[in-house]
T-cell receptor, first 119, second 114 residues
């Protein structure tokens, strides 16, 4: 079974600085998707960024980028120019690409990293 | 921008009572999911639904749980006889067919069982 590990329960960053959140996963599959979701105090899950395992190029979305190391099964999130609004729980998630319909479409989440942003 | 909606935002119920949590997925999505997050813990998959039937469910999704798509827009999660340990945030998510594999989450329903 696939597992997702986030080894940093809490992180802190100064406003305007850069922070990297770690995520490792375990799978025997070769094709899959990886996601970072943000959960602010409102507790809504907001997609930050996604990465297809077959793509070598790291995904970027404005101030958010990932470092995807497939061989090492590592998927870290880098937040540049941190803003106060970035303070939230960040969850790394894995989804298998195999199967059709809704089968195996569920996300497997890590335990999350709580990010604090200091003004 | 289309979004997943959920009602109610907060539900308080007595142990043993039935609750129904409602979700309206994004209109052109065909895959639907329920997840649960107990306070302070990670988000856990409950069930996925496609083509009017359950396609996958976790060990958490026992006989006390059921899902239904009663019409073309709503997607519901029913808990028949709530337990204290059912207190959690329940998230609905939906996904398009083909192309993207991104699941879009609703704002969640906080269920409190007393």
């Amino acid at each position: 079974a696939q597992t997702v590990t986030q080894s940093q329960p809490e992180m802190s960053v100064q406003e305007a600085e850069t922070v990297t959140l770690s995520c490792t996963y375990d799978t025997s599959e070769s094709d899959y998707y990886l996601f970072w979701y943000k959960q602010p105090p409102s507790r809504q899950m907001i997609l930050v960024i996604r990465q297809e395992a077959y793509k070598q190029q790291n995904a970027t979305e404005n101030r958010f980028s990932v470092n995807f190391q497939k061989a090492a099964k590592s998927f870290s999130l880098k937040i540049s120019d941190s803003q106060l609004g970035d303070a939230a729980m960040y969850f790394c998630a894995y989804r298998s690409a195999v199967g059709y319909g809704g089968s195996q479409g569920n996300l497997i989440f890590g335990k999350g990293t709580k990010l604090s942003v200091k003004p | 921008e289309p979004e997943v909606t959920q009602t109610p935002s907060h539900q308080v119920t007595q142990m043993g009572q039935e609750v129904i949590l409602r979700c309206v997925p994004i209109s052109n999505h065909l895959y639907f999911y329920w997840y649960r997050q107990i306070l302070g813990q990670k988000v856990e998959f409950l069930v996925s639904f496609y083509n009017n039937e359950i396609s996958e469910k976790s060990e958490i999704f026992d006989d006390q749980f059921s899902v239904e798509r009663p019409d073309g827009s709503n997607f519901t999660l029913k808990i028949r006889s709530t337990k204290l340990e059912d207190s959690a945030m329940y998230f609905c998510a939906s996904r398009m067919t083909g192309g993207t594999d991104t699941q879009y989450f609703g704002p969640g329903t906080r269920l409190t069982v007393l």
